[in-house]
């Protein structure tokens, strides 16, 4: 489904949008254009916003991790397997 829309661009835009489009296919490259801008942005923020997050818990992670870290190694030296003596 598509829907008739008034968009105002600059002239150069314009311009630009002559010369790559084929005469008829402006609106597929107009709404191939939006959707590449849209997934991009979306990821460039997504990843932002993870990194931001660490940052902000990276202390707290680090504390929970040296907390646990003497627990964890006894489970590990639990589950290896004993050495076997030499004969």
Avoid: C
Avoid at 41 to 61: F, I, V
């Amino acid at each position: 489904m598509t829907k008739r829309i008034n968009v105002v661009l600059p002239v150069e835009t314009i311009m630009v949008l002559d010369r790559v489009a084929p005469k008829g296919s402006s609106s597929r490259l107009i709404s191939e254009a939006v959707l590449h801008y849209v997934e991009n942005h979306a990821k460039t923020n997504l990843a932002g916003r993870l990194k931001a997050g660490a940052l902000a818990n990276a202390k707290r992670d680090l504390e929970i991790a040296q907390e646990w870290f003497s627990l964890d190694e006894e489970a590990w030296q639990r589950t290896r397997p004993a050495k076997r003596r030499a004969r």
